[in-house]
């Protein structure tokens, strides 16, 4: 799926799953080589940026698998980035339990 961001090119990405949650939209995209993730773009209209901003940085790092255990690793990565925002922690438990079924 093609994206125009907002700088005006075009990302390829081979994968792209969407859903809604009660604190917002998440549409994940990403590119993926050998099951590993090696591209990312998280775009939502949920009210606390900085964990989609995190989100964003861990997927792009090329550390994650496109898999459960790589949801998993994601999850647990957000948990520790947002030790201080206990009402972020609910939202990702969420979408870790989703992603994990849409993949």
């Not at 994206?3 to 994940?28: A, H, K, M």
């Not at 775009?43 to 998993?72: A, R």
């Amino acid at each position: 799926m093609c994206i125009r961001d907002r700088y005006g090119t075009t990302p390829e990405f081979s994968n792209q799953i969407e859903t809604r949650f009660d604190w917002g939209v998440i549409d994940l995209n990403v590119k993926v080589e050998q099951n590993r993730i090696v591209d990312a773009k998280v775009y939502s209209d949920c009210l606390f940026p900085d964990f989609i901003s995190k989100m964003n940085e861990i997927l792009q790092g090329g550390t994650i698998t496109y898999d459960k255990q790589g949801i998993d690793k994601l999850r647990e990565e957000l948990i520790v980035a947002h030790l201080n925002h206990a009402q972020v922690v609910p939202m990702i438990e969420q979408f870790s339990t989703w992603a994990k079924s849409a993949l």
